[in-house]
């Protein structure tokens, strides 16, 4: 069974441009989050969807982040205008567990580097 | 907010020694979650724990959920190069929400 999907693996852009970030979560799954890691603060959550719906944006760290889920098997992280400060590794990963579980399942991340 | 600290930060190891790490809370968790996240790829789940005092086994990785629930262990037996990684605990912020925190790591570093 295909894993989280996530694409690019590496993207290298200049501060101010567009950057977006796709994700194809696995078969089934209805939930989807999205992960900044950072060596100063570890894995951070950013935001996640359940059933394609925004529940929780808190982590989104400004405006120049956004994300959708238009469908149950696709979502994106946009971050317009880009600064260096954006620069990580970004996850996606997405879930099917039954109350009480919290099993998450995490793709290869994007690494994202912006000059 | 809820947090997790990891322990010890990073450990150096020959191959074949055994490893013990923890993961431990100011507040109760009902679920400790275990992953390991390999130079460039995402963490993966290895171990999920549901009940206090539960011990799992997932082959030559033991964990469990401590009596007081502030706490949870990973041990690795007998270690070989490719356990090499970073380890990282993990739990819901809120029971019944999908929200999870996660500690800051372990990493272990195995010389042949």
């Known amino acids: 069974d295909a894993g989280v999907i996530q694409s690019p693996r590496h993207e290298v852009t200049e501060m101010g441009q567009e950057v977006t970030l796709r994700c194809k979560p696995i078969?089934?799954?209805?939930?989807l989050f999205w992960y900044r890691q950072t060596m100063m603060r570890g894995l951070e959550l950013l935001i996640y969807f359940n059933n394609n719906v925004p529940i929780d944006d808190s982590g989104m760290p400004e405006d120049r982040f956004s994300a959708k889920m238009p469908n149950a098997s696709f979502s994106t992280l946009k971050i317009q205008p880009s600064e260096p400060r954006d620069s990580a590794v970004y996850f996606c990963?997405?879930?099917?567990?039954?109350?009480?579980?919290?099993?998450?399942?995490f793709g290869p991340g994007t690494r994202l580097t912006v000059l | 907010g809820q947090q997790l600290n990891q322990s010890p930060q990073s450990m150096f190891i020959q191959e074949g020694e055994d490893v013990s790490m923890n993961c431990t809370s100011s507040s109760i968790f009902n679920t400790w979650l275990w992953y390991k996240q390999d130079p460039g790829e995402g963490p993966v789940l290895l171990i999920a724990l549901y009940k206090a005092g539960e011990l799992t086994s997932n082959g030559r990785l033991t964990a469990q959920f401590g009596i007081t629930r502030k706490d949870s262990f990973l041990n690795i037996s007998a270690s070989i190069p490719s356990d090499v990684g970073i380890y990282f605990c993990a739990g819901p912020i809120i029971q019944g929400a999908q929200k999870l925190v996660f500690g800051q790591g372990t990493r272990l570093t195995i010389n042949p």
């Open positions: 990963a997405s879930s099917s567990a039954p109350t009480g579980h919290y099993e998450q399942f």
């Open positions: 078969s089934g799954h209805d939930y």
